[in-house]
């Protein structure tokens, strides 16, 4: 097994992007396919001061301040697409995208139909290749909408995804789908939580409606950031080691029982072209450090709900959640800006 080593990431010569003191935010359908109808939530920068309202706030979870269809940027921002993990959805996201557009970034997230909180269809979820083609029926609809289109920077453009949501975006930079060799990771490491979820996400065999090609590449994409995802090992190695997108590979060092990063983050970051990526590991986080601040009673409220489900809001051991996502954000605010 190769040696992986944890870069530390330190950029200079970033370009200029103008700060917001408010966050715009505005939720839409796209109803382009009428199998798919998709709703996506965007955070922007605005001049407009109030009235700020919270979302994604709940007894559990920590929401964060925004303005509720404000005035759009009247100058040109970096786009940055998010796409949510398995079951989850724009709220577990919504920590980043706001911090983004505080500092100059439109962001836009779509619900993947199928894989998302309040849509767990079991033939939407087996249509694995509508998740990346999700991600580009966003960029489709803003580039080509009047009014977001000029306020859009179309030449920087990134896509963040975590979990599910990184094996989403990774097809958008060039990695393909390869069932006979996914097979075989899977004999040889039979991990449940991705291994496990073969036939449901339909991974383990051909699909009614599938594309012939697995090649989902879009070059409108600059950069990519991978947050601990998982089914790394379902990409053909040869097209992980064409991708030329330059790729930041974040993963979490605290293993949550079945998906350990270095048969996930790890596996990427071996196969993608040296030049091309960055690798980190925080130590301290786990799978779902990613996700949104839990509030002080989260873990007893989840497990009361759910036994098991506190792990959600568990940590590694030296580091608060909001410590973590400070350097996070830092590390990803540096790698799209570079």
Known sequence: MKIFILVSIVFIG????????????????????????????IWYPTKQTSPIISVAENIAFVGTGVIRNAALPNQKHPLVLLSHGYRGSWRNLNWLATKLALKGFIVAAPDHPGTTTYNQLALQASRWWQRPQDL?????????????????????????????????????????????????????YPNPRTCGLTSELGLSSPQPREPKSFNFYDARINKAVILDLGLARSFAIKSLNKVNTAVLILGAGVDIGDLPQVLESGYLAEHLPLLNRRYKVYQQATHFSFMQLCKANAISLLEEELPGDGIVCRDGAGMTRKELHNHMFDDILSFITH
């Open 14 to 41: 970033m370009f200029k992007i103008a700060s917001a003191s408010s966050v715009g935010f505005a939720q839409l359908q796209l109803n382009d396919n009428d199998d798919r109808p998709l709703d996506v939530t």
């Open 136 to 188: 580009v029926r966003v960029l489709n609809y803003l580039f080509e909408d009047p009014a977001w289109r000029t306020a859009i920077n179309t030449n920087k453009v990134s896509a963040v995804g975590h979990s599910l949501g990184g094996w989403s975006v990774m097809q958008l930079v060039g990695a393909q789908l390869d069932r006979d060799s996914f097979k075989k990771q899977c004999r040889q």
